[in-house]
């Protein structure tokens, strides 16, 4: 799919270079035939209009000066012919030249079997036709066209390579997302398939003769509990395509963000305590932002409870709100923890990805730290993880309302 997208690239960039080579080309071929025509007719009507005119020794004619000869034709049909650029002696050709002059109907004309322009004027002894050479107007003509084609083909070929080049440069963000979404579907089968399998087998037992009624509750149990955890799974998936697709999950209102960190705090106190770590709080008073509370309060719980998972035991666990330069305000929950690698930092945002494999029964499915993205990308905010010297942070930049 990829190669055919690469290849509709480049033969649609391709298609667009060639149009746009041919209607530059065929401009310049046509300006330039056209002021080669009329600079020849207005140097045969000149003279015409003055045809002894005396050029002086050394002097650079300022008008276009091309082979030509005259032909004064009489009331009579009498030639007298005058030029020094060619034989003028054979009577009959002459005869001919004024003939076919005469029998185009217009002043001005092309003889095309002669390669000679001409112009008829009318004078009081009878007619007067200037006769003007085109093999250098031709030879520049034909000149033009095999310099557009030199030109033409090594554009074609330079723009070729660039699109080439293009093609892959604009088709890399869809090859990345195809393969985000191959092992999206990949992740969301596997963390599907173990609570199905136990709902399967506990299903299979329940039906079976061979056991009591208090193995048949706990079976029972067993599936209610896999159905509840497939449950969250499914609307956590539901929430991230929302925000993928770019829906609004809660209209926007003036929160109170410190209010709302110390609420998120408090609720996580006892669970800390029975996880045998320390929960400090520093959160500055009267920030407030535009936003939904609830999704807010969602990315804070979620951080505070990332920290809590991967916490060293006995560990100590911060959340900081404090107020930033050019109006924007800080949440920061840092954790002691195995320190992690800029390669994680990086991966850690991905979906159904887990710093620790063997951690992935413990009830999350590794979408939390995506839906914080989501949400504070959401309300037009940013969110980064660092690690060092054994501390782990991960740091909310929202613009703050003034108060």
Known sequence: MLKKLRLKFVAINMAIVTAMLCVMFSLVYGFTRADLEAESVDMLQRIAAAPFQLVIPGETPQELNLPYFVLEVDQQG??????????????????QLAADSRAAGQHTGVLEEYGLRFCLVNTPMGQRIVFADMSSERSTLEGLVRTCALIGVLSFA?????????????????????KQQKQFVADASHELKTPLTVITTNAELLDSGDY?????????QNILTMARQMRGLVERLLELARADNGIPSAEFARCDLSALAQR??????????EAGLTLDTRVEEGIFVQGSQPRLEEVAEILLDNARKYARPGGRVGLTLSRRPRGHCLLAVA?????????????????FYRTDPARGRDGGFGLGLSIAQAIVAEHKGRIWAQSASGVNTFFVQLPMLPN
């Not at 009498?78 to 005869?95: K, V």
């Not at 998120?264 to 800390?272: H, I």
């Not at 954790?335 to 979906?351: A, C, S, V």
């Open 158 to 178: 330079v723009f070729l390579a660039i699109s080439l080049l293009l093609a892959r440069w604009a088709v890399r963000p869809v090859d990345q997302a195809w």
């Open 78 to 95: 009498q030639l007298e012919a005058a030029g020094g650029y060619y034989d003028l002696s054979d009577q009959a050709f002459l005869q």
């Open 212 to 220: 009591d009624e208090g193995a048949k509750t706990q079976f029972s």
């Open 264 to 273: 998120a705090a408090l609720s996580f106190e006892a669970v800390f305590y």
């Open 335 to 351: 954790n002691q923890g195995p320190e992690l690698t800029q390669q994680q930092l990086q991966d850690i945002f991905k979906r």
